[in-house]
């Protein structure tokens, strides 16, 4: 078993890990930002009324944004066995990889909401989480 893990990081990409992100995107990111997009477009339903398209903008990155980060720690701590290190992680990094996040997702979701159609949201900010998630998994697996 420890020779099987050592032998997928030999070549560069942690399975395990790839495994645990994919997942999160699956099971959690993708159905909840799915519910997330269509519960904002109907309490802000004018998409090019600039105060419905900020307050978009805003809300993806107050409410959305920890929401996303402390789920992906636990889940990534969880999988790992390690629960007891998920306050210790959320406290030293959420923060951090919060503001960090803002500088991606604050143009990402900007174009999505001004741009981009209801019905294909989820795809393009899912397409953005691809390279966000990569952030995201050296983020959450940092010592």
């Known amino acids: 078993m420890i020779q099987n893990a050592k032998a997928e990081k030999q070549d560069g990409f942690d399975r395990a890990r790839a495994c645990r992100m994919g997942t999160f995107g699956f099971f959690f990111y993708g159905p909840y930002q799915h519910y ?19 307050s978009k903008v805003v809300l993806n990155q107050i409410v959305l944004a920890p929401v996303v980060l402390l789920v992906v720690f636990s889940w990534n701590l969880a999988w790992q066995g390690k629960h007891q290190e998920i306050e210790a992680k959320v406290k030293n990094d959420l923060l951090s990889t919060m503001v960090n996040g803002w500088k991606f997702w604050v143009p990402a979701s900007s174009i ?30 940092k010592r």
């Open 36 to 54: 997330w997009y269509g519960f904002l477009d109907r309490l802000f339903p004018v998409k090019k009324k600039v105060s419905h398209f900020v």
């Open 112 to 141: 999505n909401f001004w741009l981009v159609p209801l019905r294909f949201q989820v795809l393009y900010m899912s397409s953005c989480g691809v390279y966000w998630n990569a952030y995201l998994s050296l983020a959450s697996n």
